[in-house]
């Protein structure tokens, strides 16, 4: 008689997939038991007074009623708009004259304006308080219509 051809290797790997289907089978059937006693109502999930979800449901007493006529789903109106003034000031803290550009920090927002050469009226420097309009530029806010109200180097 000759010799198997299943060696040790072999048997092991059969009994391991044997076992790992029986496991699965096992757990299959343990799912579906579980899943009889569940109804949809047990699936339902509430959001309370805080935006936390919770399983129980709200409290009527809690409950407030709103007007249809209150709930305002649209663009502000323009008289609640605030309009700012559109000319503002501020310092020239970086200004590089070769290359022709520079930032303006606006004295209300402190907030960093790009300002190009060509959007000047007048020449200016570091240090310079100039007054300026925003517009938007390529990569963000821009300066346009710069005039110098105080030089720095007087």
Known sequence: MGRSQESFNKKEVKKNKEKK???????????????????????????????????????????????????????????SIQQSD??????????????GFGFITDSETMERVFVHINNSFEEIKEGDVVSFEISSGEKGLAAIRVILIKSSDL
């Open 21 to 79: 289907r029986k496991e699965k089978e096992k757990k299959r059937l343990a799912r579906k038991e579980n899943e009889k006693g569940r109804s949809p109502d047990d699936m339902i999930a509430y959001v309370d007074e805080y935006g936390m979800i919770t399983s129980t449901p709200p409290d009527p007493s809690k409950r407030k009623n709103i007007e249809l006529a209150d709930i305002k789903i649209s663009v502000p109106e323009k008289e």
């Open 86 to 99: 559109p000319i503002r000031q501020g310092t020239v803290t970086f200004f590089n004259k070769s290359k």
